[in-house]
């Protein structure tokens, strides 16, 4: 059936640069995209989500640009911490909630010193 | 305030055995949900309950039962088990439904082992 995924396994950063984390959906009846952030033996938790009414929201250091011609989502964390090493995961929605939720398989962000 | 509790937290079983995992929500949330999540995966969607009633299910066979309680505390129920139930089971809880769900809390799972 569709499912959301994601482009990359792992994806390894300096310390204070940019990351991008890319994910593809394929489900055209989504209407709302959310990134959680799970760290090792914990639950995921909530980034930043959006609607798709729009095609950028921001946050605290954080970015979500959405395309839905071509189906895709992006994650943008600027000046990245060691914090933020984690895995990533996008997921995507029906009816405007978070009903539900299709989950891609994650990428493992890695934070070089 | 307290988050989402689930427990219990780590748990081993054999197969064919049955297992009940509990999770409490966030005070004032109405929905929880759960998710199973197989190491190295996304979180797989497995039930919701809004006010009491299921309000979604995923594509989960019909050894997976839940139900949510009065005070929207929610147990998940898994009969017969497999070798490949084995995983970290997610419960997460927000305020509505629908476009009212708002953000989606997570507990930090139960981690069943089935031998």
């Known amino acids: 059936g569709e499912s959301v995924g994601l482009h990359l396994p792992t994806l390894s950063v300096q310390e204070g640069d940019n990351s991008i984390i890319n994910c593809a959906y394929s489900n055209s009846a989504s209407d709302y995209f959310i990134w959680y952030k799970q760290e090792s033996g914990k639950g995921p938790q909530f980034i930043i989500d959006?609607?798709?009414?729009?095609d950028k929201r921001q946050g605290q250091r954080v970015t979500v640009l959405l395309n839905k011609t071509v189906k895709h989502l992006s994650l943008q964390i600027a000046a990245t911490q060691p914090g933020d090493s984690a895995v990533y995961f996008c997921?995507?929605?029906?009816?405007?909630?978070?009903?539900?939720?299709?989950f891609g398989k994650g990428t493992h962000l890695i934070i070089q010193p | 305030d307290a988050g989402v509790t689930q427990s219990p937290t780590h748990l081993i079983k054999t197969r064919g055995q049955q297992v009940t995992l509990r999770c409490s929500p966030i005070s004032g949330h109405k929905s929880v949900s759960w998710y199973q999540q197989v190491l190295g995966q996304g979180p797989q969607f497995i039930f919701q309950y809004y006010e009491k009633e299921e309000r979604g299910r995923g594509n989960f066979p019909d050894r997976f039962s839940a139900r949510q309680f009065p005070n929207y505390s929610s147990e998940l129920n898994v009969n017969a088990l497999l070798l490949g139930d084995s995983a970290l089971y997610l419960c997460?809880?927000?305020?509505?439904?629908?476009?009212?769900?708002?953000?989606?809390?997570f507990g930090e799972g139960s981690r069943l082992t089935v031998l």
């Open positions: 997460a809880s927000s305020l509505g439904g629908g476009p009212n769900t708002g953000e989606l809390f």
């Open positions: 959006i609607r798709s009414n729009m």
């Open positions: 997921a995507e929605g029906q009816g405007g909630g978070a009903d539900g939720l299709t």
